[in-house]
């Protein structure tokens, strides 16, 4: 029976140490900010917004969200993120994706100072994350490795494997294990004989939008599994990784719900305050 990579325990731990650091910086004068930017009204972003914003609450960073029309112009979006940019309160933004149609994430992504970069997808953030230097981290790929960590999960020397490449989760993913010294294969939609490479990982990192793509019989046992899949079937969620047939064979795995959603979330935080506190150090 694997160990449950429980992300309520890790992200309250991790929310408590953030609360702990707003304590003192707020003594010293500095209170951290989020701002968010949410354009349009999808369902899921809204309840992504909404749990950012109880986060903050919970460990007294200040927080502002700013909602915009579907229909926002570009401009528009982007001004709004100098105004942020400019603003003394707030420490980090973040651009809720995915934008509505007809908005250009890269550009809008880029408008924001990289000293304010809440999510770590700036270009500049990525790559220091490619060189090696330190930067701001994506949320869901440090939570992530938070877990791993947390449950003594070793990676040094182990193999990784990553499904999913994208630039929010996979490659950052990725780069994280290989900088533990992991050796990482990544796949992909092109990936021939998934089940052949999956097989082969000590830790394995799932993040593609498929529920169910990954059974007890592409795991290797003893295996980490950690899924960061989220599907919404008929209102209810669920990940990449089919809990029932993979919890048998593996030495660990994350649940959805109850996984690496909360740890995105208290990494968020962390991101802020360690941003404020930069800023707060240049000050
Ligand atoms: P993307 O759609 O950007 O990327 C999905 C990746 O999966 C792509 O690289 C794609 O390959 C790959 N893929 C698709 N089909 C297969 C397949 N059959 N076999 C192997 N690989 C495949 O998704 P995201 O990375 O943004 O998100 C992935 C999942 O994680 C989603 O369910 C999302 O909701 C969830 N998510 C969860 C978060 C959390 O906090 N828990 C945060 C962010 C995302 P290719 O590149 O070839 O198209």
């Known amino acids: 029976m694997a160990q449950l990579l429980d992300g309520r325990i890790y992200s309250e731990e991790a929310l408590a140490e953030v609360t702990e650091k707003v304590k003192a910086l707020k003594k010293s004068g500095v209170t951290p900010g989020l701002a968010v930017i949410l354009a349009g009204d ?39 993120i100098r105004e942020l940019n400019d603003d003394p309160k707030i420490d980090g933004i973040l651009v809720q994706l995915p934008l509505p149609r007809g908005l250009d994430e890269k ?19 990525a790559g220091r994350l490619m060189l090696g230097q330190s930067g701001t981290l994506p949320c869901t790929p440090k939570g992530v490795l938070r877990m791993l960590r947390l449950a003594g999960v070793e990676l040094d020397g182990k ?11 996979g490659k950052p993913v990725a780069m994280m294990l290989l ?61 990449d990784v089919d809990f029932d047939s993979v919890e048998p064979v593996a030495g660990w795995i994350s649940p959805v719900p109850g996984g690496v959603g909360l740890m995105t979330v208290a990494m968020l935080m962390d991101n802020v305050v360690t941003l404020a506190t930069a800023r707060a150090g240049k000050a």
């Open 42 to 80: 999808d369902p899921a972003s809204q309840t992504y917004v909404r749990n950012k914003g109880k986060a903050c609450e919970k460990t007294g960073i200040y927080s502002r969200t700013i909602i915009l029309p579907a229909d926002v112009s570009q401009a528009e979006l982007e001004k709004t």
């Open 107 to 125: 550009r809008a992504l880029a408008c924001i100072l990289p000293e304010k970069d809440a999510d770590g997808f700036h270009v500049l953030n």
């Open 159 to 169: 193999k990784a494997v990553v499904v999913g490449r994208s630039n929010i989760v």
């Open 179 to 239: 900088n533990e010294n992991a050796t990482v294969t990544i796949c992909h939609s092109h990936t021939e004989d998934l089940k052949e490479v999956t097989k082969q990982a000590d830790v394995l990192v799932v993040a593609v939008g498929k529920p169910g793509l990954i059974t007890g019989d592409m795991v290797k046992p003893g295996a980490a599994v950690v899924d960061v899949g989220i599907n919404r079937i008929n209102g209810v969620l669920s990940g």
